[in-house]
């Protein structure tokens, strides 16, 4: 397949792409854009409008254009619309779809475009939906520490430092911690959508156009994005940049996440046995029939450590490259898309563990021994009018 790009002129010193230096620049970005598809298609679809209403495109065109896009986009959701990898990427195979079914319009649609801010806003498109999805599954983890506070949180518990019994704590108290530091996470996220929420596209190259007039602030409008991205450099800057901010805060998230994982492991040890889950929560042993592990919260608290991996591929993409596009922004869209999936999903597992939970009331309150209230006991004697040294080894020689 002739590509987009191609020059089309044969010289004698021209050859073809070589095929293994082919395949190794297309590698599966053709194969990730089917996910990002919806959102090249809505973002083509307000371009469209855009040319329309400057007078590039007629009425029928227009027409014929959204009709196309639309039938693509019937068609991605049954799996019937394919990107080949000659084609490189789910841009060019809008253009050949619409080319082929809708004749030279189809040749119009990437007027004023370069696969540079169709890349852009498609993947803008896709965070900010995504990001909305992250924020309501943290809120449902909320309200699910919020109900077995409600539920749970008076058991009383030891508090731990250093690994060793310390002082006295309850289940809520501990379930209110992640509660505090989820809520806390909403206010990154919160700020991160804010920072994304520009429009990109128009900035072409990453240069902008000067001939046409596109209309930046009409496709801002259709796509709902609170504000134009005004600098096409900064354009171009912000890819990779936009990801790597987003992972950045969802990643304070999956740090709670995995606090809670790491806790609840321990906790549900036979040494402690604190805390347990349904059955239907764990797995067994191919040789020890009376083995029942917890391997959801070990994998959960693996998977922390990969989407920590994702995050940290990104950045070193992006973290020494020259201003403008570079084709090293390709590599940072497996690591995002893989990275907001594997959210989404660990923190609805996470929600059905913390629904899920049951304090062991009987065990943890045994676990309370005398020794927890040493430091209250030397607080009492200190409000007699002893000083806290006194009253601390006097309390301290009780004990040992």
């Keep these: 397949m002739k590509k987009i790009w191609d020059r089309g002129v044969a010289k ?5 792409t070589s095929q293994v230096v082919e395949d190794y620049t297309v590698g599966i970005d053709y194969l990730l854009d089917l996910e990002l598809l919806p959102y090249d298609i809505m973002a083509s679809m307000a371009h469209a409008k855009m040319l329309h209403k400057i007078k590039i495109l007629n009425s029928q065109e227009l027409k014929t254009l959204i009709t196309g896009l639309n039938k693509i986009l019937s068609l991605s959701k049954v799996g019937k619309f394919k990107i080949d990898k000659s084609q490189e990427d789910g841009h060019t195979a809008i253009e050949a779809y619409l080319t082929e079914h809708c004749g030279i319009v189809g040749k119009k649609v990437h007027t004023g475009r370069s696969r540079n801010d169709q890349a852009l806003v498609t993947v803008r498109l896709f965070s900010k939906e995504k990001l909305l999805e992250i924020k309501k599954q943290v809120e449902d983890l909320i309200k699910a520490l919020e109900g077995q506070i409600k539920k749970q949180g008076k058991i009383k518990m030891p508090g731990y430092t250093h690994m060793q019994r310390a002082m006295p704590s309850s289940v809520g108290m501990l379930l209110a911690s992640y509660h505090d530091s989820l809520e806390d996470d909403l206010i990154l996220i919160d700020a991160i959508s804010k920072i ?6 128009g900035s072409a190259a990453g240069y902008g156009e000067n001939i046409l007039g596109l209309d930046r602030k009409f496709t801002t409008k259709e796509l709902n994005f609170k504000r134009v991205q005004e600098n096409p450099i900064y354009c171009a800057l912000s890819r990779g940049k936009f990801e790597n901010l987003v992972l950045q805060a969802i ?16 906790f549900t040890t036979k040494e402690f046995d604190f805390f347990t889950l349904p059955d239907s929560f764990k797995t067994g042993s191919s040789i020890m029939p009376q083995k029942k592990n917890y391997d959801v919260l070990e994998l959960i608290r693996g998977n922390i450590a990969i989407f920590n991996g994702y995050q940290h591929q990104i950045e070193n993409v992006i973290k020494n490259l020259f201003s ?77």
């Design 12 to 16: 004698k010193t021209d050859s073809k």
């Design 251 to 266: 990643s304070s998230v999956m740090f709670d996440i995995g606090k809670i994982a790491s806790d609840l492991l321990l």
């Design 196 to 201: 994304i929420d520009q429009n990109p596209l």
């Design 324 to 400: 403008g596009y570079n084709r090293d922004f390709q590599l940072t869209k497996e690591p995002y898309i893989k990275g907001m999936k594997l959210a989404l999903d660990t923190i609805r597992v996470m929600t059905l563990v913390v629904k899920n939970l049951e304090a062991k009331k009987k065990n943890l309150e045994s676990a309370c021994t005398p020794e927890l209230y040493a430091t209250d006991e030397a607080l009492r004697l200190v409000k007699k009018g002893k000083s806290f040294r006194e009253a601390y080894q006097e309390v301290k020689e009780k004990f040992y």
